[in-house]
């Protein structure tokens, strides 16, 4: 069965500092994987995803096959980067999106 | 217009009473969804309609009745409700229908059932 899993409910670091929100996922076949943020009274929105391997608001995300794995990293974070912040995995030849069950970034001033 | 429209944004309804939810996308998108979202848990998909008919039913109890009149406009229809059926319903949309797809969501109907 498909899962994806966020172990973190709850991450804070101070301003500044390096930024890792960790995912990893169960599917047997390809995935598509990408990253969806929620900010405080804002509806819930794509950040990126790992198709397009781009960089979003200082955020990267690299696909690791071999660890099952899609990490979102910023070296620096802002207070802005304050969230709610879901990993998602899509799988081919549906329409299904499972999401993780979330990691609230606190960015400390 | 780049927005997934969703009324009404709160919603207050008996356990006899029958409702629906709107949601409307103007972005020529050919899928759309509705998930449940319970506080502090993720969202949960319930169906999705691919190209107008309903492609996904999540094993979703009868007294939900999903409906796509045209390709812009969703509603889910209420009826019989438990209060355990409150929760934040949110509808999102996307271009395509493949995996890649990214989903655009709307702000959500917030439901309390009484």
């Known amino acids: 069965a498909q899962r994806v899993t966020q172990p973190e409910k709850l991450l804070s670091v101070f301003k500044g500092a390096p930024v890792e929100l960790k995912c990893n996922y169960s599917?047997?076949?390809?995935?598509?994987l990408f990253w969806y943020v929620q900010y405080s009274r804002q509806r819930l929105q794509l950040l990126l995803r790992h198709i397009s391997r781009e960089s979003i608001k200082g955020f990267t995300a690299d696909l690791n096959k071999g660890e099952t794995s899609f990490h979102l990293k910023k070296p620096f974070a802002q207070e802005e980067d304050s969230a709610m912040y879901y990993c998602?995995?899509?799988?081919?030849?549906?329409?299904?999106?499972?999401f993780g069950t979330g990691t609230r970034l606190k960015v400390l001033a | 217009d780049t927005e997934v429209t969703q009324t009404p944004k709160h919603l207050v309804m008996g356990m006899t009473n029958k409702k629906s939810l709107k949601c409307e996308q103007h972005m020529g998108h050919r899928a759309m969804y509705w998930y449940k979202q319970k506080a502090k848990k993720p969202p949960e998909l319930m169906f999705v309609y691919s190209y107008e008919k309903l492609s996904i039913n999540e094993s979703v109890p009868s007294r939900f009745s999903p409906e796509c009149p045209n390709s812009s406009l969703l509603n889910l229809h209420l009826h019989a409700l438990q209060p355990e059926d409150s929760a934040l319903y949110l509808c999102?949309?996307?271009?395509?229908?493949?995996?890649?797809?990214?989903?655009?969501f709307g702000s959500g109907t917030q439901l309390s059932v009484l």
């Open positions: 999102a949309s996307s271009q395509g229908v493949g995996a890649e797809e990214k989903l655009f």
């Open positions: 599917y047997s076949g390809s995935p598509e």
């Open positions: 998602a995995l899509s799988t081919s030849g549906t329409y299904k999106y499972i």
